[in-house]
């Protein structure tokens, strides 16, 4: 087993670097203790660190950003508001969280800009850090962003209609929870104005979500008629008759497999066990003989099932 690095004695002789170097190690907890180290080392790595933030590795720049929280030096507001546009959700995260705890008011148009962020641990991290600076919301739809960001969908229909357009943003968001949530918001709004989420809605790949859409749509005034064509518009999720067909005459009983059923490598072990003493008893010729018809008959009855599965 590998000996362990000695963060504690790299700490203790200011090697910032080396530090640096072990937030990519593979251990995990070794990432966690390097980071924790440098946000002790004080303002005087503060440098080092922010010249570090350009290493595209995430791991590093989510351990350097760990760090810059708990040392708390408003110079790096200005590096962490850039990063609030990175790529990786989780850099975005960890960089709102951070802004949060350093406490600076310049911090406050990028963390209000990140509460309208695609994606729900961005906005959550961002709301926080927004009442930790001591932010309040200059007007309803300010509100509405902060407890969509917070996940206080009880608060937003008392908000009323200036709640719309956050709501219709955030259900962008790919997380299938959030989306249930904020159109069962607009079921509570009971505002007609939601008419193109709430069909948009219908259209949603997760059933859930549709459902959701069905029961709201009546209380925002969407007639009743209009709602099987939004369904029908939503993609189709049920599996491929051809290929559990294929995989069945191939492989038989992967193609039930294939179509969700357990019993499917059972089946795959009997056909399995079932051919090999047919191999050794009865020989090659009569072997596929017998086989062939059964795979064909095998093949059918998969894509006969495959046909008539729900289409949810």
């Not at 960089?95 to 949060?100: C, E, K, R, T």
């Not at 949603?204 to 064509?229: F, M, Q, T």
Request: charged residues 25%; glycine residues 8%.
């Amino acid at each position: 087993m590998a000996q362990k690095p000695d963060i504690g004695g790299m700490a203790a002789r200011g090697d910032i670097k080396g530090l640096i170097r072990l937030l990519r190690d593979k251990d995990f907890e070794v990432q966690l203790q390097a980071a924790q180290a440098l946000g002790k080392s004080g303002t005087s790595s503060v440098g080092p660190i922010l010249a570090s933030l350009k290493n595209r590795n995430r791991d590093i720049r989510l351990g350097l950003i760990e760090a810059l929280g708990e040392i708390r030096d408003p110079t790096s507001v200005p590096v962490l508001l850039e990063l609030l546009n990175d790529e990786s959700l989780e850099v975005r995260w960890a960089v709102a969280i951070a802004l949060g705890e350093i406490g600076d008011s310049r911090a406050i148009p990028g963390l209000v800009s990140a509460v309208q962020d695609q994606d729900k641990y961005v906005r959550y991290g961002a709301a926080i850090s927004l009442e930790k600076v001591g932010w309040t919301p200059r007007n309803d739809v300010e509100k509405a962003w902060l407890a969509v960001g917070k996940q206080n969908w009880g608060e937003i229909p008392g908000i009323g209609k200036a709640a719309l357009d956050p709501l219709t943003k955030a259900f962008r968001d790919k997380n299938v929870d959030v989306r249930v949530k904020v159109v069962e918001t607009l079921g509570e709004l009971a505002c007609a104005d939601a008419t193109p989420t709430l069909m948009q809605a219908l259209r949603d790949e997760n059933p859930a979500v549709r459902w959701k859409a069905v029961l709201a749509s009546a209380r925002c005034g969407i007639a009743h008629r209009y709602l099987p064509r939004g369904i029908a518009k939503r993609p189709r999720v049920r599996k491929n008759p051809r290929i559990a067909a294929f995989l069945n005459f191939i492989l038989p009983g992967q193609g039930y497999n294939y179509l969700g059923f357990w019993w499917g490598l059972t089946a795959f072990q009997i056909e399995l066990s079932f051919t090999l003493w047919m191999l050794a008893n009865a020989g090659e010729s009569l072997t596929y003989m017998v086989l062939f018809p059964l795979y064909i008959l095998l093949a059918i009855h998969a894509w006969w099932i495959a046909k008539h599965l729900p289409d949810f």
